[in-house]
């Protein structure tokens, strides 16, 4: 996936373009929010959860990513200079491939952010249940692939799995 986006592009602009390339991949956009104050994110059809890693993550094994039956694929994109909160997760694990970069990337097993980590494209990071992290909007647009891990197969991870521990938005 290759994604040209200029400095001057609009949120909106930034957003079709997106769309745009994750349609030409012919994956289904079962979601879609451009409203989170740092960016927003478009939700893949979990039918087509092997395709994505084939597509994103192709040095990784289907079995290694599969934890459960369940795998929920995202595109999350990330405003310049805007984080997302920092947060961990009790249900699920989550590995990003950054598509577009660079971003910054914050983890740590406590509650005290880690150092700032810089991803470029194509770099890869896993973050397992609990371990806090934060995905950083560094100087422009990014675009990460993100991969919901699910550990309870009888309780998927949703947007209420997120116990966030510092939030820029008041959330």
Do not use: C
């Not at 952010?113 to 470029?120: C, D, I, N």
């Not at 609990?130 to 647009?141: A, K, N």
């Not at 675009?143 to 959330?171: C, K, M, Y």
Request: a negative charge; glycine letters at 6%.
């Amino acid at each position: 996936m290759s994604i040209q986006i200029s400095d001057t592009d609009s949120k909106a602009d930034v957003f079709e373009k997106v769309r745009s390339e994750i349609e030409k991949h012919n994956f289904t956009i079962i979601n879609e929010d451009q409203t989170r104050p740092w960016g927003g994110f478009f939700v893949i059809d979990e039918d087509q959860a092997n395709e994505f890693i084939k597509t994103f993550f192709s040095h990784l094994k289907l079995d290694e990513v599969q934890i459960t039956n369940k795998l929920s694929p995202k595109i999350l994109v990330v405003a310049p200079e805007r984080r997302l909160s920092w947060q961990y997760h009790f249900r699920r694990s989550e590995i990003w491939k950054v598509v577009k970069g660079p971003v910054g990337v914050k983890i740590s097993d406590t509650d005290v952010e880690g150092e700032l980590k810089t991803l470029h494209d194509q770099d890869f990071i896993k973050m397992e249940i609990g371990e806090r992290h934060r995905l950083i909007g560094l100087d422009s647009w990014g675009v990460i692939a993100e991969i919901w891990q699910h550990t309870d197969q009888n309780n998927p991870s949703d947007e209420e799995d997120i116990v966030r521990l510092q939030d820029d938005f008041g959330r």
